[in-house]
């Protein structure tokens, strides 16, 4: 049986999935029904209690959560994953780069 943070991320999970058949036996939805298509609408919610289960998939250390850029951020590689729609998206060539390595910064102060 599951506890704590693992139940609430499987059942975060499980919530996704039925949602996504839903989406997939109805089939594609209208753009005006689309949550990213009005731009004044916000992106959808993060849940924070995830963060309690995901790490970093490279250097498996804790991430946190950066509300104004939607991004899950790791202070120690200097990278951030983006959330979309409340998804974070952990694959490594998705994150960008947010600070540059030391060696390119001493170079440049030369």
């Given at each position: 049986?599951?506890?704590?943070?693992?139940r609430r991320a499987a059942s975060?999970?499980?919530?996704?999935?039925?949602?996504?058949?839903?989406?997939?036996?109805?089939?594609?939805?209208?753009?005006?029904?689309?949550?990213?298509?009005?731009?004044?609408?916000?992106?959808?919610?993060?849940?924070?209690?995830?963060?309690?289960?995901?790490?970093?998939?490279?250097?498996?250390?804790?991430?946190?959560?950066?509300?104004?850029?939607?991004?899950?951020?790791?202070?120690?590689?200097?990278?951030?994953?983006?959330?979309?729609?409340?998804?974070?998206?952990?694959?490594?060539?998705a994150a960008r780069m947010i600070?540059?390595?030391?060696?390119?910064?001493?170079?440049?102060?030369?």
């Amino acid at each position: 049986m599951l506890s704590g943070p693992w139940r609430r991320a499987a059942s975060a999970l499980r919530a996704s999935a039925a949602g996504s058949r839903a989406v997939h036996a109805a089939g594609p939805r209208p753009a005006a029904d689309s949550p990213g298509s009005d731009p004044a609408s916000p992106p959808a919610a993060f849940d924070a209690a995830l963060l309690d289960v995901l790490v970093c998939p490279l250097s498996k250390k804790p991430l946190r959560y950066e509300v104004s850029t939607n991004e899950l951020i790791n202070e120690e590689l200097g990278i951030a994953y983006p959330v979309i729609d409340g998804i974070p998206n952990m694959i490594p060539q998705a994150a960008r780069m947010i600070r540059r390595n030391k060696q390119q910064e001493e170079k440049e102060q030369e």
